[in-house]
């Protein structure tokens, strides 16, 4: 389903040259959750940032979903991101101004789905994380935890192949981050693959598979070693 | 000003706002310095000295009909009446009024030769009795007046023997200033001499180059239209006169219609009413484009310092003072305002070379450039003023708050 | 998509108000500045008679003597013809309408001896000047084509006059009295001002129509005299009204209706060929003898009927909207600016940079639209400004559809062209930069 190959990227400015990724290679199969962990500078978000197709490489290649990523335009790579990823981030951004519904309404909208269908998928959706009686509230209305499911949500209504998490419980009190987790770990019950970078070991460890980042590299393909823990502290 | 590097290097991370702030300030300089060059020559166009009595002189036309009206007995009547109303100096019949926009003109030469080779000077012409020149309240500067016996009545063309005329026209066809006492060609074989020179008189046309060119003779022609001017004793008579002036001469024989009862500084409001419209219209444009730059430097300082706001407060929290801080915006304002006008001053001279050529504008007035410097800096500081003052509140704690 | 665009800007309007509120300014602003001045320069330039602007020609022929020319005008042309010049030429087959003019002016004497005489100008021309110059009639018609020839003391009024004299009536074969003459009304006409005063450029480009209309053939028979300019440039001895319709004086005017441009050619070789046998009489001795045709565009061309004050002002009040949307721009970036956190989420939800580019146009656009109709409703004020200032152009200063349409036309394209930078500027940041902690 996704499957990376030697990925480099080189970050550039006038003094420095930074290997954010070196050889990076990765592959995910249907219906994992992958959790992917590492210490800060480790290149976790530019990890997360090609997966998610929001910045491009300078070699190796990706593939997602059988597709060459490195041949696609900006265009296309937006559609891709739409369809086949759902986003999920550390700070929910979900978008202010706009109320639940309409926020789990804004990929749908580039998905170019009829009204019809849009309003279906975002009523099952918001069914979904246990919000849809209060579709019309905005955001500020709501508890972080809240915020997050919204976010979940939106990023489950357009059924993408994977979802994309960004430290989804890092602005969240514990008993908020574990209701979060669990629903996480029910959407992959349910069949759909997770792919979550976190640095928090605790939460990692209870993903299926583990892929640890020092460096810009994968450290370690086995599973979670309780050593590396420290690593984090 | 140890600051400026560090500012002129902001400003370069910040290229597209600062240069849009930049070409705003120079447009702005450029139509403020033009519209002002504008408003300047208009006002002093219509300012000129008229050499007239402005505030105390009345003009009206009569219209006489039908075929038994006999003009001349009618015109001395009515002299006769307004001569002897209270409050009037002086009552004259024309056959046009300075600044009225309507009159004869007429070519004339200070030789035979420059009249055989067609070089001959335009000149207002004007007509009217021996009262012309005190009721116009034209100053004599030589020579004489008209006497009674000079003048002509007639309905057709008169034989006029002497004549009077501006200094500026003196001067003109008789540069030597040998001018009185000389004749003046008309073309054909017209040919009078000067017997009078007065000071200085407007014409009827402001926007006719040969404006101060003017010549009075004595001659008085007698037709169904007839204008006259009467020079009141003060303000309060002009107004009575022209509330009653009408009623008066028509009580005195009714086959007549009276129009255009109206003082000289009407008739002067009147004759300049587009160069006063185009003073306001230029006044508002330059009034609401300064007050627009003023609101976009004030709006773009703002955002730079919401953006910059961390910023601020990690200075803050290094030492500097809110004096820094405002001068740090106040600095960057005036080094984007120089900018600016260095740009401004170069578009205003091409605009004016532009225009110059295009419209036959008067030339530039130059010392309006440090005027408007000075405007446009001054307008860039009290814009600039609120945004940066609300920096230099901001609190050095924003330093270490993570948001 | 478009719908959700709109929504999305009135969303971004409803929070940043002051802002978006500075933009509207500024744009209304610009706009009703430089439509204030457009609308004046429009109205002033417009064609007054569109339909036939270019088959009405004002005939000038150049009978300067030698060494005398207008100084004027740029080809050196007299404004106006002599009378023996205008008698003459009418003579010619060849214009399918043509018509002799004179600006004169009446005594009116009411019959009521309550009511006071009053000074009405008026106009003497031939029968078929209502055709040429489409001119509405209410009661009757023009006067008989014999009338031209052997005058008689007939009227057409105006419906203004009309009201005056006969409370609206019909009065057609009813007599008016004018400077004791009595004349037969045979025609009322509608009202009837051209912007500008085309068929008279000389006497004031925006003055009212006359009222009164009477033959040309009038002129000897009661010596009418003549209210606009008189131009000689001959030495002459006029003692009286004979001696001035026999001199080279220039105070008629002549205007003919050429249907195609072969009569066009025709009547140019007409008058050429007058010329020349007037040339064999000793007139017309100027080596530019000729004649020349100016239809309508032309002639108000010719009469600078838009002022140059006018044209100093457009150019002025397009730096001004210059400004305003240069101010627009910055405005923008800053607001744009401030979205840029949610532009990184809407890309990483799948939004590509045409669909964030377009939206922000969307935005502008909006803005530009409301900014536009601020600016109509300035320019409203601007022309009612305008109107007190210059009291000659109140009849020209209204804004037609046409001109509504420009400006709103002029704010949104100015909008959308200042927004472009700004839509391409944020359609362009790197989206993950906004995604991490905020």
């Given at each position: 389903?996704?499957?990376?190959?030697?990925?480099?990227?080189?970050?550039?400015?006038?003094?420095?040259?930074?290997?954010?990724?070196?050889?990076?290679?990765?592959?995910?199969?249907?219906?994992?959750?992958?959790?992917?962990?590492?210490?800060?500078?480790?290149?976790?978000?530019?990890?997360?940032?090609?997966?998610?197709?929001?910045?491009?490489?300078?070699?190796?290649?990706?593939?997602?979903?059988?597709?060459?990523?490195?041949?696609?335009?900006?265009?296309?790579?937006?559609?891709?991101?739409?369809?086949?990823?759902?986003?999920?981030?550390?700070?929910?951004?979900?978008?202010?101004?706009?109320?639940?519904?309409?926020?789990?309404?804004?990929?749908?909208?580039?998905?170019?789905?009829?009204?019809?269908?849009?309003?279906?998928?975002?009523?099952?959706?918001?069914?979904?994380?246990?919000?849809?009686?209060?579709?019309?509230?905005?955001?500020?209305?709501?508890?972080?935890?809240?915020?997050?499911?919204?976010?979940?949500?939106?990023?489950?209504?357009?059924?993408?192949?994977?979802?994309?998490?960004?430290?989804?419980?890092?602005?969240?009190?514990?008993?908020?981050?574990?209701?979060?987790?669990?629903?996480?770990?029910?959407?992959?019950?349910?069949?759909?693959?997770?792919?979550?970078?976190?640095?928090?070991?605790?939460?990692?460890?209870?993903?299926?598979?583990?892929?640890?980042?020092?460096?810009?590299?994968?450290?370690?393909?086995?599973?979670?070693?309780?050593?590396?823990?420290?690593?984090?502290? | 000003?140890?600051?400026?590097?560090?500012?002129?290097?902001?400003?370069?991370?910040?290229?597209?706002?600062?240069?849009?702030?930049?070409?705003?300030?120079?447009?702005?300089?450029?139509?403020?310095?033009?519209?002002?060059?504008?408003?300047?020559?208009?006002?002093?166009?219509?300012?000129?000295?008229?050499?007239?009595?402005?505030?105390?002189?009345?003009?009206?036309?009569?219209?006489?009909?039908?075929?038994?009206?006999?003009?001349?007995?009618?015109?001395?009547?009515?002299?006769?009446?307004?001569?002897?109303?209270?409050?009037?100096?002086?009552?004259?019949?024309?056959?046009q009024i300075p600044l009225s926009g309507s009159g004869d003109s007429s070519g004339v030469a200070g030789s035979q030769e420059a009249v055989d080779n067609l070089e001959m000077t335009g000149t207002g012409m004007f007509h009217g009795d021996s009262h012309m020149i005190n009721t116009l309240g034209v100053k004599l500067a030589a020579g004489r007046l008209f006497t009674p016996e000079e003048i002509t009545y007639s309905r057709g063309r008169a034989d006029v023997k002497s004549v009077i005329i501006t200094q500026a026209l003196a001067d003109q066809i008789?540069?030597?200033?040998?001018?009185?006492?000389?004749?003046?060609?008309?073309?054909?074989?017209?040919?009078?001499?000067?017997?009078?020179?007065?000071?200085?008189?407007?014409?009827?046309?402001?926007?006719?180059?040969?404006?101060?060119?003017?010549?009075?003779?004595?001659?008085?022609?007698?037709?169904?239209?007839?204008?006259?001017?009467?020079?009141?004793?003060?303000?309060?008579?002009?107004?009575?006169?022209?509330?009653?002036?009408?009623?008066?001469?028509?009580?005195?024989?009714?086959?007549?219609?009276?129009?255009?009862?109206?003082?000289?500084?009407?008739?002067?409001?009147?004759?300049?009413?587009?160069?006063?419209?185009?003073?306001?219209?230029?006044?508002v444009v330059v009034i609401l484009l300064v007050l627009i730059t003023a609101l976009g430097i004030v709006g773009i300082v703002s955002f730079n310092v919401n953006q910059r706001v961390k910023q601020i407060g990690t200075r803050r929290a290094l030492g500097a003072t809110r004096m820094d801080i405002l001068r740090y915006f106040v600095t960057e304002n005036i080094l984007i305002t120089s900018l600016g006008l260095f740009v401004g001053i170069t578009l205003t001279i091409g605009f004016n070379v532009f225009l110059a050529e295009q419209f036959e504008m008067?030339?530039?007035?130059?010392?309006?450039?440090?005027?408007?410097?000075?405007?446009?800096?001054?307008?860039?500081?009290?814009?600039?003023?609120?945004?940066?003052?609300?920096?230099?509140?901001?609190?050095?704690?924003?330093?270490?708050?993570?948001? | 998509?478009?719908?959700?665009?709109?929504?999305?800007?009135?969303?971004?309007?409803?929070?940043?108000?002051?802002?978006?509120?500075?933009?509207?300014?500024?744009?209304?602003?610009?706009?009703?500045?430089?439509?204030?001045?457009?609308?004046?320069?429009?109205?002033?330039?417009?064609?007054?008679?569109?339909?036939?602007?270019?088959?009405?020609?004002?005939?000038?022929?150049?009978?300067?003597?030698?060494?005398?020319?207008?100084?004027?005008?740029?080809?050196?042309?007299?404004?106006?013809?002599?009378?023996?010049?205008?008698?003459?030429?009418?003579?010619?087959?060849?214009?399918?309408?043509?018509?002799?003019?004179?600006?004169?002016?009446?005594?009116?004497?009411?019959?009521?001896?309550?009511?006071?005489?009053?000074?009405?100008?008026?106009?003497?021309?031939?029968?078929?000047?209502?055709?040429?110059?489409?001119?509405?009639?209410?009661?009757?018609?023009?006067?008989?084509?014999?009338?031209?020839?052997?005058?008689?003391?007939?009227?057409?009024?105006?419906?203004?006059?009309?009201?005056?004299?006969?409370?609206?009536?019909?009065?057609?074969?009813?007599?008016?009295?004018?400077?004791?003459?009595?004349?037969?009304?045979?025609?009322?006409?509608?009202?009837?001002?051209?912007?500008?005063?085309?068929?008279?450029?000389?006497?004031?480009?925006?003055?009212?129509?006359?009222?009164?209309?009477?033959?040309?053939?009038?002129?000897?028979?009661?010596?009418?005299?003549?209210?606009?300019?008189?131009?000689?440039?001959?030495?002459?001895?006029?003692?009286?009204?004979?001696?001035?319709?026999?001199?080279?004086?220039?105070?008629?005017?002549?205007?003919?209706?050429?249907?195609?441009?072969?009569?066009?050619?025709?009547?140019?070789?007409?008058?050429?060929?007058?010329?020349?046998?007037?040339?064999?009489?000793?007139?017309?001795?100027?080596?530019?003898?000729?004649?020349?045709?100016?239809?309508?565009?032309?002639?108000?061309?010719?009469?600078?009927?838009?002022?140059?004050?006018?044209?100093?002002?457009?150019?002025?009040?397009?730096?001004?909207?210059?400004?305003?949307?240069?101010?627009?721009?910055?405005?923008?970036?800053?607001?744009?600016?401030?979205?840029?956190?949610?532009?990184?989420?809407?890309?990483?939800?799948?939004?590509?940079?045409?669909?964030?580019?377009?939206?922000?146009?969307?935005?502008?656009?909006?803005?530009?639209?409301?900014?536009?109709?601020?600016?109509?409703?300035?320019?409203?004020?601007?022309?009612?400004?305008?109107?007190?200032?210059?009291?000659s152009y109140s009849q020209l200063v209204h804004m037609d559809l046409t001109l509504i349409v420009l400006a709103i036309g002029i704010a949104l394209g100015s909008s959308v062209i200042a927004g472009m930078y700004p839509a391409w500027l944020i359609c362009r940041t790197n989206p993950s930069v906004y995604l991490k902690i905020q």
């Amino acid at each position: 389903m996704l499957k990376m190959n030697n990925i480099k990227k080189i970050f550039r400015t006038d003094l420095v040259e930074t290997h954010a990724l070196r050889d990076f290679s990765l592959e995910v199969s249907e219906g994992e959750f992958v959790a992917v962990t590492g210490p800060s500078g480790s290149g976790k978000t530019t990890f997360l940032n090609i997966t998610g197709m929001l910045e491009t490489f300078n070699s190796g290649s990706y593939l997602l979903d059988g597709l060459d990523v490195s041949q696609l335009n900006d265009n296309q790579r937006s559609k891709l991101r739409n369809e086949k990823i759902g986003f999920i981030f550390q700070s929910f951004n979900l978008i202010p101004d706009l109320n639940l519904f309409d926020n789990v309404d804004v990929p749908l909208r580039y998905r170019g789905f009829s009204a019809k269908d849009r309003k279906q998928r975002i009523e099952n959706a918001l069914e979904r994380v246990g919000l849809s009686a209060r579709m019309k509230h905005l955001p500020s209305q709501l508890s972080g935890g809240q915020q997050q499911r919204v976010a979940i949500a939106r990023a489950l209504a357009g059924e993408p192949l994977f979802l994309l998490a960004d430290e989804p419980t890092g602005n969240l009190d514990s008993l908020m981050a574990r209701q979060v987790m669990q629903l996480l770990e029910e959407i992959n019950q349910q069949g759909t693959t997770i792919i979550m970078v976190t640095h928090d070991a605790e939460l990692a460890r209870r993903a299926e598979r583990n892929i640890h980042i020092v460096d810009g590299q994968v450290s370690d393909y086995q599973q979670l070693q309780p050593v590396l823990d420290v690593a984090e502290a | 000003m140890l600051e400026i590097k560090p500012i002129l290097s902001a400003l370069l991370r910040h290229k597209s706002s600062t240069l849009l702030i930049i070409l705003q300030i120079a447009i702005t300089f450029a139509v403020v310095v033009n519209s002002t060059s504008i408003i300047k020559e208009r006002i002093e166009l219509m300012s000129r000295d008229t050499g007239l009595v402005n505030d105390r002189l009345i003009t009206f036309n009569v219209n006489a009909f039908g075929e038994d009206y006999d003009h001349e007995s009618n015109l001395r009547a009515d002299l006769e009446l307004l001569r002897s109303l209270p409050g009037v100096v002086s009552a004259a019949p024309m056959n046009q009024i300075p600044l009225s926009g309507s009159g004869d003109s007429s070519g004339v030469a200070g030789s035979q030769e420059a009249v055989d080779n067609l070089e001959m000077t335009g000149t207002g012409m004007f007509h009217g009795d021996s009262h012309m020149i005190n009721t116009l309240g034209v100053k004599l500067a030589a020579g004489r007046l008209f006497t009674p016996e000079e003048i002509t009545y007639s309905r057709g063309r008169a034989d006029v023997k002497s004549v009077i005329i501006t200094q500026a026209l003196a001067d003109q066809i008789y540069p030597e200033g040998n001018a009185l006492g000389s004749t003046l060609f008309m073309g054909g074989d017209l040919k009078m001499t000067i017997v009078g020179i007065v000071e200085h008189m407007s014409g009827s046309w402001p926007s006719w180059s040969n404006f101060n060119y003017n010549v009075l003779t004595p001659f008085v022609p007698l037709r169904d239209f007839q204008r006259y001017l009467i020079q009141a004793e003060d303000q309060e008579t002009v107004t009575r006169l022209l509330g009653e002036v009408e009623k008066l001469l028509i009580d005195r024989n009714r086959q007549r219609v009276i129009t255009n009862v109206r003082s000289m500084d009407e008739l002067i409001e009147r004759i300049y009413a587009d160069d006063a419209a185009m003073t306001t219209i230029l006044w508002v444009v330059v009034i609401l484009l300064v007050l627009i730059t003023a609101l976009g430097i004030v709006g773009i300082v703002s955002f730079n310092v919401n953006q910059r706001v961390k910023q601020i407060g990690t200075r803050r929290a290094l030492g500097a003072t809110r004096m820094d801080i405002l001068r740090y915006f106040v600095t960057e304002n005036i080094l984007i305002t120089s900018l600016g006008l260095f740009v401004g001053i170069t578009l205003t001279i091409g605009f004016n070379v532009f225009l110059a050529e295009q419209f036959e504008m008067p030339e530039f007035n130059w010392n309006l450039i440090p005027v408007g410097v000075l405007i446009m800096f001054f307008i860039g500081i009290v814009s600039v003023w609120l945004p940066a003052r609300r920096a230099s509140k901001v609190s050095p704690a924003i330093a270490t708050q993570s948001i | 998509m478009l719908s959700y665009y709109l929504k999305l800007s009135w969303l971004s309007i409803k929070r940043t108000p002051i802002l978006t509120s500075l933009m509207i300014v500024a744009i209304g602003l610009g706009i009703g500045v430089s439509m204030t001045v457009l609308t004046v320069n429009y109205m002033m330039d417009k064609d007054p008679i569109p339909e036939k602007s270019h088959q009405l020609y004002h005939v000038q022929l150049f009978s300067y003597g030698k060494g005398h020319s207008n100084s004027q005008t740029e080809d050196a042309f007299p404004m106006q013809v002599t009378y023996p010049d205008a008698m003459n030429i009418h003579r010619s087959e060849v214009p399918l309408r043509k018509t002799r003019s004179l600006a004169t002016g009446f005594t009116v004497i009411p019959e009521s001896a309550d009511s006071p005489p009053f000074m009405q100008s008026a106009r003497a021309i031939d029968y078929q000047f209502f055709d040429m110059f489409n001119v509405p009639f209410i009661f009757g018609s023009t006067w008989n084509e014999q009338i031209d020839q052997s005058p008689r003391e007939v009227v057409v009024i105006d419906k203004e006059l009309n009201n005056r004299l006969f409370n609206g009536e019909n009065s057609v074969g009813k007599a008016v009295n004018l400077g004791s003459v009595r004349y037969t009304v045979v025609g009322v006409i509608d009202t009837w001002q051209p912007a500008p005063r085309f068929y008279d450029l000389n006497n004031g480009n925006f003055n009212e129509s006359e009222s009164i209309f009477v033959p040309f053939s009038l002129l000897p028979v009661h010596e009418l005299p003549s209210w606009g300019n008189n131009n000689g440039w001959k030495t002459e001895k006029i003692n009286n009204y004979q001696e001035k319709l026999a001199s080279e004086q220039m105070w008629n005017q002549y205007w003919v209706e050429l249907p195609t441009k072969e009569v066009k050619e025709e009547y140019q070789q007409w008058l050429e060929g007058y010329i020349s046998e007037q040339q064999k009489l000793g007139r017309f001795e100027n080596e530019k003898a000729g004649a020349s045709l100016k239809n309508v565009i032309q002639w108000m061309k010719v009469n600078q009927v838009v002022p140059s004050d006018n044209s100093i002002l457009v150019g002025l009040s397009f730096m001004f909207l210059a400004v305003c949307m240069i101010n627009t721009i910055g405005l923008l970036l800053a607001k744009f600016l401030r979205r840029a956190p949610e532009v990184g989420v809407r890309r990483a939800l799948g939004a590509s940079r045409s669909e964030i580019f377009i939206q922000h146009l969307v935005d502008v656009a909006f803005i530009g639209i409301l900014g536009g109709a601020l600016g109509l409703l300035l320019g409203q004020l601007g022309l009612l400004g305008v109107k007190t200032l210059y009291s000659s152009y109140s009849q020209l200063v209204h804004m037609d559809l046409t001109l509504i349409v420009l400006a709103i036309g002029i704010a949104l394209g100015s909008s959308v062209i200042a927004g472009m930078y700004p839509a391409w500027l944020i359609c362009r940041t790197n989206p993950s930069v906004y995604l991490k902690i905020q």
